[in-house]
């Protein structure tokens, strides 16, 4: 089971529409026929192998040949047979969002059971993907309870981390590269196994290792990093690339840089081969920027300038089969407004750019609130639409926090907010609206609390987390919470760095 990692930032969204398809007439006119469309073609679902969803949520469809108009997603389990037909908002020719149906009002779906799913446009039907169905409550984020398990070795906050899979479904590992120390920014790079119940670590190797051979090429903090793998890019089955771009090099820099390095991570051990600094560097020098990696591209949005300001620029570049890049792409659909420190994910051809923070001159490790703004559009083969400010924002106006991912939910927390700092305001979970109602791209946001046991009560900022690519037993998500410096306020120096990482036990 793969879900999205930002975190990669999911959703409808009103498109152009494309060249429609006209039949070619008989007689004698000459002249050539046009191209008749390409018959649909899904790659994965929630860029899964093994695809997992509650009914009644929406799951996400990539693939090719889908078109730019709404033709029909097909949902079959023995006799049971559901045509559902997504909004236009929801459907592009690379992407569509679609709600896995209950049944078809007469007869339910039996959970948990399999699902076979196709698309159909006017060149045809898809091939069939199955999907895992699981009981609609087997996640809600309202239901989370959260651990500790291995810490990280020394204290770390602005540092990257991504969890990459295995060769099987129940294999995975975390690595993690550079940060600040509290003294220094670091070149270090960690990495451990990963499991299905969100725990680090086995008997073999129950602490993390050290990449002394192949640390980062620099010391870097507050930096992007993001992975991909055959479920996500045009790599070989089984091949790994982990990526880090931008960030700061020394604690007293108020400029990042444009440096993109990549490294390959062996899908069987976890080992994180030698570092290379790609020529398709960043556009711009930048450090708190956001990535994401999504059907083959990677996406890249704010950041901080040389010159210590926010900016709103876009930038893509296609991933290539050696898990190189290619150019990048300025787009022409540059976020609303400048921000650095967000978060950012990309689901059913749309990304999502959630709070961050707009001020200028503001220190990385410092505290400083953001603003709560959601904007999204669409990310079409790199191609990034124009922005829509969501109709909802979220409740806080949080900067320096970290985003999770699963069955069309999303929750941010953690980061620099207005408000208490002992856990009240520390998390908040939307839904993907997938008709995309009135620019309701996400829905409203609700808190989660701490006397509930909701949040894991961290009180953290420029921690690093991420959806692990494994589901537990019982196909819940799970979700880790790695390092980051005390909350002690809003604004100034925060308190001491952590090297705990949290982990959500239930459900």
């Not at 929406?58 to 049971?80: C, D, H, L």
């Not at 799913?117 to 898809?126: F, P, W």
Request: aromatic share 8%; proline share 7%.
């Amino acid at each position: 089971m793969r879900h999205h990692r930002s975190l990669t930032a999911l959703g409808p969204i009103a498109f152009m529409a494309g060249v429609t398809f006209l039949a070619s007439c008989g007689g004698g006119g000459g002249g050539s026929s046009p191209t008749p469309p390409a018959q649909p073609q899904i790659q994965n679902i929630n860029s899964s192998t093994t695809p997992t969803s509650p009914v009644n949520l929406p799951i996400e469809i990539n693939g090719s040949g889908f078109q730019s108009a709404p033709g029909k997603v097909t949902f079959v389990q023995g006799s049971i047979s559901v045509d559902v037909t997504p909004a236009a908002s929801a459907w592009n020719d690379t992407g569509i969002v679609a709600q896995m149906p209950a049944g078809n009002g007469t007869s339910n779906f039996t959970t948990p059971g399999t699902v076979n799913v196709t698309v159909t446009t006017s060149a045809g039907t898809s091939n069939s993907v199955p999907v895992n169905l699981v009981p609609t409550l087997s996640f809600n984020p309202s239901a989370m309870s959260w651990s500790t398990t291995v810490p990280l070795p020394m204290p770390l906050a602005g540092l990257g981390a991504v969890g990459v899979p295995g060769l099987t479904t129940a294999s995975a590992f975390a690595v993690v590269s550079g940060g600040f120390n509290g003294v220094a920014n670091t070149s270090t790079v960690f990495a451990i196994n990963l499991n299905q119940d969100g725990t680090l670590g086995n008997s073999a190797n129950a602490s993390w290792t050290a990449i002394t051979t192949n640390p980062l090429p620099a010391a870097l903090a507050h930096h992007a990093m993001t992975e991909a793998d055959n479920t996500n890019s045009p790599v070989p089955l089984g091949q790994r690339y982990i990526y880090v771009l931008g960030g700061q090099i020394n604690s007293t820099d108020t400029g990042g840089t444009n440096t993109v390095y990549m490294a390959p991570v062996d899908a069987t051990t976890g080992a994180v081969g030698t570092w290379t600094a790609l020529t398709s560097t960043l556009p711009q020098p930048l450090f708190g920027l956001c990535a994401t990696v999504h059907n083959g591209y990677l996406y890249v949005a704010g950041g901080i300038s040389t010159i210590g300001v926010p900016v709103n620029t876009v930038y893509s570049a296609p991933i290539n089969s050696n898990g190189t890049l290619g150019t990048w792409t300025t787009s022409s659909n540059s976020l609303p407004s400048a921000r650095a420190f967000g978060t950012m994910f990309v689901f059913g051809g749309v990304i999502y750019y959630i709070d961050g923070d707009p001020d200028s001159n503001i220190l990385p490790n410092d505290q400083n609130v953001g603003d709560p703004r959601v904007y999204y559009a669409s990310a079409v083969r790199g191609v990034v639409g124009a922005w829509t400010q969501n109709a909802n924002s979220t409740i806080h106006n949080r900067a320096k926090g970290i985003l999770f991912t699963a069955y069309g939910q999303v929750i941010s927390g953690e980061g620099v907010y207005t408000g208490s700092i002992t856990g009240s305001g520390e998390m908040e979970t939307s839904t993907i609206n997938a008709n995309n109602t009135t620019n309701v791209a996400l829905n409203s946001w609700n808190g989660l609390t701490g006397s509930s046991n909701q949040v894991p009560k961290a009180n953290v900022y420029n921690a690093a987390g991420f959806t692990s690519p494994l589901v537990s037993v019982t196909n819940a998500p799970r979700f880790l919470i790695l390092g980051g410096q005390a909350l002690t306020g809003l604004t100034g120096p925060g308190g001491a760095i952590s090297s705990t990482v949290y982990y959500n036990n239930l459900p």
